[in-house]
């Protein structure tokens, strides 16, 4: 054997399999001509053009290096090459049902749960919604929320323990990718027994440091912006890590606090408690959808991302 000839056949044995054997749409067309005993036929079946379907038989014998199919008038036969062809590419075939029914049967598990983690003002006024939208277009998917500050959000997206998050606040976390859904916007509320539900002048930034107010604990997207719009100066009358708790305290007349306009809209509705206007302090803040940083979310999880920003 030459040299040239031992280097030839060395170079047919390398290289990725994906340029040496023909992909599933040409064994799949092979199989149908085979069964059927025409090309016309077979292209029908499998939903292309005759001329398409030649196209694709000519290009798999160049593949290959040999002719699989003799075309004459009265139809299309196999030859011998063709047969054996055909015999391999029918396990090529099956093999690759088996795959494909792996693949769905692993898509079914993702989608059938989704684990949410929220900030406790979007999983007490906004998810319920949204999931009920979910449960609608998506009525075999199981739910999970876990509620808890931005930081604990955080937390439970980069461990793996959620498949999407919801905060609140001035920035994501670090370490996620987010998209802004929504804004809210903080308010100063009192009972309405307080010196404040009174007041005809705004508060000013100065006044409302000073004085110890109901909060948020750190962590919380609430304290975070608040924090922010009072160079980290806010008082704590109370810390509190529930958002009803906060709102608790605040109706029975403990003090003045800081909370959503989601969060006290009943309240001031009914006179519970009293918005005390402020000026000069930037309390609007964004709600954000979150998720591990390069991991789109897929399935229920983008589902209800959509559902976030209809």
Known sequence: MSEAEGTRRQGEGTGSLAHRVPDLAALELLLAVARLGSLGAAAREVGITQPAASSRVRSMERQLGVALVDRSPRGSRLTDEGVLVTDWAR?????AAVFDAGARA?????D?????????TIAEYLLPGWLLAL???RPDTAVSLLAGNSAKVAELLLSGEADLGFVEGLSAPTGLDAVVIGHDRLIVVTAPGHPWARRRRPLTAEELARTPLILRERGSGTRQVLDAALGGLARP?????????????AVSGAGPSVLSELVVREELALRRLVAVPVEGV????DLRAVWPKGHRPTGPARDLLSLTRA
């Open 91 to 95: 396990r090529v075939v099956e093999a």
């Open 135 to 137: 449960h609608a277009e």
């Open 237 to 249: 009358l109370i810390e509190l890590s529930s958002t009803t708790a906060v709102k608790a305290s």
């Open 282 to 285: 930037p309390l609007r803040r």
């Open 106 to 110: 692993l898509r079914d598990r993702r």
């Open 112 to 120: 059938s749960r989704l684990r949410v983690a929220a900030s406790m």
